[in-house]
């Protein structure tokens, strides 16, 4: 029995003093190293922001600083190099801040900083550099993230109405907020190289007339207000460019339109065949619904291309007037399921109640290409109720309907038939032995989309090759 005791006793004696060795000893990990040997280690030695606009905060960026020793380090000092007067801020443990004192990374872990910038205008038209730098202080050791931001000043447009009869230039871009309108009677003439920059679910509404009056060499760019990598395809950033009833007069020439829901959206019913708008050497993509989604509107469209959209790429509805010619319509490759063509002309609506709108319409579209992933990428709807002429001969078309054949096109539904030079990168040019080399029917439109003379024997599509091409 006391064997019995005293076993029990000394295996108590045993886990205290155990116990106390554990609570009397910190774990290494914890344990500070001030060796000057001692060194960390940075996931990168530069923070890059893409072009960020003035007045407006960016992205939040990030790098580590990993402890590869099994002690831990402390941090003197984790400051930004220009202290208050930085336009960068830090994010260190949940706190925001300049400057950061006694940061402890214990053994084998690290510490996570967040990076933002808001740069003030300087009323500069060209971006501008903005530096500074994240400087680290331990152990008689000095280290340094460098921090690299493009500024871009602004003119800035939020729910206005455009001055009537003005003209937006190069130099600083327009940015536009919410719904910016072009009131009835009132014209905005865009000049070569103007860029203008549309906000989430923002847009810029025609009452009015737009003319937009770029050049091959110095194109009009209107895309979202994001600049960080990835943003450039990125679709849905944006509304619409929406030509409300009675605009009339509108010219687009020369633009590179991207990453909106619809490109162009266009109700401008009237009581005549005259093109309300003409669209030019202008391309039009990545957009989250349709390209070109237009109603009982008169338009005319050439050496124009239109790729990646999740719906339409064109969509004619409620009749009209619409003209197409050398027109290159590609949802190949596409980053969406559709449930409708790429072309869509259709003399009628349905409305929620089961009944259909119908009104005249007439279509003509010649010399262009119409493509897609799906195995028919054009569709026709008449109501009956209406007048439908439908001139379509000369094009490719991705389909096995034979009436097309017998209008004088081009069908297939082999994956590569047009022989895009490289549609991966929404490359829509024609590659040296495309079927759609010298198939084209003479035009008075002589240069292409990019300006290449077109010769005696033209080629379908937006594109005329050029044997230069790689």
Known sequence: MEFKVLKKTLFFLVMLSGWVLIQSCDPVEEEVSTNPAHQLIFSSDTVRFDTLLSSVGSITRRFRIYNPHKNAIEIDRLALGQTNASPYTLT????KGKTFEKEIIFGKDSLMVLVEVFIDPTDEDMPYLVKDSVQVEYNQNASDVKLVAWGQDAYFLDREV??????????KPYVL???VLVAAGCQLTVEPGA????????????????????TAEDKVIIRNTRFDAGYDVAPGQWNSILFLEGSKDNIIDHADIKNGVIGLRVGSPDDDVDYDLIVSNTSIGHMSSAGILAFTSDIYVFNTEVFNCQSELVGNYLGGNYKYEHCTFSNAPSLYTREVTSVVLSDYISLGDGSTLSEDLSVELVNSIIWG???????????????????LHDNIIRSA??????????????????EFHVPAFYDYQIDSLS??????????ISLDLIGTLRDTMPDLGAYERKDSLP
């Open 162 to 171: 455009v001055e009537c009869d003005v003209t937006w230039t190069a130099g």
């Open 373 to 391: 992933e799906e195995d028919e990428e054009l569709s026709i709807y008449s109501s009956g109720a209406s007048n439908v002429t439908i001139a």
């Open 435 to 444: 079927p759609a080399r010298g198939k084209a029917i003479a035009s008075e």
């Open 177 to 179: 907020y919410d719904t």
């Open 195 to 214: 860029r203008i920059f549309i906000d989430n679910n923002s847009a810029l509404a025609i009452g009015g007339t737009l003319k937009i009056q770029g």
């Open 401 to 418: 309907n034979e009436d097309w054949v017998t209008l004088g096109n081009d069908i297939s539904q082999e994956r590569n038939y047009p």
């Open 92 to 95: 260190v443990n949940g706190v």
